[in-house]
């Protein structure tokens, strides 16, 4: 049972193609988990597009010109399911599966893997170990973390498959993943994250964090 989601403001930037990559590639992935942001979003692309109708009323012919576009299109091959259940928006990104993922160590039980960056956003997947803590730390900016798989506790709450959580410059936390299979979560963090401690601080610029 999924117990958090997105803000609806986010849910509407989504569906009006306001949200950034990163943004939007969390929502999206959210949404394979979620029927009800997902039915949310339909609705406000509904809506969306009723209201573009009727501020710009289509040509008589719009539908046919639309049809012969679909006829010239280049066929599209088949895609291959995913053997382990990653959601097709990262699967997409990915080029396969979560469990063909490639994690750079950042320690024993924590690691990560850079997916892409645009100007100070940084979307990641990260994986923790059982009882794998990040480190008490805040941020100079916000932090999206939609977990696929395990789950963490924080100051925030417990997070579990579908869950999606927001730090704002005025949270303070320390995820930890919780007992069971490894924690797996999509993370977009739009600034660096602000550690106290020393040794948590230098590794975060090693890292990129």
């Given at each position: 049972?999924?117990r958090?989601?997105?803000?609806?403001?986010?849910l509407?930037?989504?569906?009006?193609?306001?949200?950034?990559?990163g943004?939007?590639?969390?929502?999206?992935?959210?949404?394979c988990?979620?029927?009800?942001?997902?039915q949310t979003?339909?609705?406000?692309?509904?809506?969306?597009?009723?209201?573009l109708?009727a501020?710009?009323?289509?040509?008589?012919?719009?539908?046919?010109?639309?049809?012969?576009?679909?006829?010239?299109?280049?066929?599209?091959?088949?895609?291959?399911?995913?053997?382990?259940?990653?959601p097709?928006p990262?699967?997409?990104?990915?080029?396969?599966?979560?469990?063909?993922?490639?994690?750079?160590?950042?320690?024993?039980?924590?690691?990560?893997?850079n997916?892409?960056?645009?100007g100070?956003?940084?979307?990641?997947?990260?994986?923790?170990?059982p009882?794998a803590?990040?480190?008490?730390?805040?941020?100079?900016?916000?932090e999206?973390?939609?977990?696929?798989?395990?789950?963490?506790?924080?100051?925030?709450?417990?997070?579990g498959?579908?869950?999606?959580?927001?730090?704002?410059?005025?949270?303070?936390?320390?995820?930890?993943?919780?007992?069971?299979?490894p924690?797996?979560?999509?993370?977009?963090?739009?600034?660096?994250l602000?550690?106290?401690?020393?040794?948590?601080?230098?590794a975060?610029?090693?890292?990129?964090?």
């Amino acid at each position: 049972m999924i117990r958090h989601h997105p803000e609806e403001a986010l849910l509407l930037d989504y569906a009006s193609g306001a949200a950034d990559e990163g943004l939007a590639l969390i929502v999206a992935t959210h949404l394979c988990f979620c029927p009800a942001c997902h039915q949310t979003v339909i609705m406000a692309e509904a809506m969306g597009g009723a209201l573009l109708d009727a501020a710009a009323p289509m040509r008589g012919d719009a539908l046919a010109l639309a049809l012969a576009r679909l006829d010239d299109a280049a066929p599209v091959a088949a895609s291959v399911p995913s053997r382990d259940g990653t959601p097709s928006p990262l699967r997409s990104l990915l080029g396969g599966d979560l469990s063909g993922v490639r994690w750079r160590a950042m320690g024993p039980k924590l690691g990560f893997f850079n997916l892409f960056r645009r100007g100070q956003t940084r979307v990641r997947l990260l994986r923790g170990l059982p009882g794998a803590d990040t480190g008490s730390h805040s941020h100079h900016g916000c932090e999206y973390t939609l977990v696929l798989q395990g789950g963490f506790t924080d100051e925030t709450g417990s997070y579990g498959p579908g869950d999606f959580a927001v730090a704002t410059p005025d949270v303070v936390h320390n995820p930890i993943a919780d007992p069971g299979e490894p924690c797996i979560n999509l993370a977009v963090t739009t600034a660096p994250l602000k550690f106290g401690a020393l040794i948590p601080r230098i590794a975060a610029r090693l890292f990129g964090f």
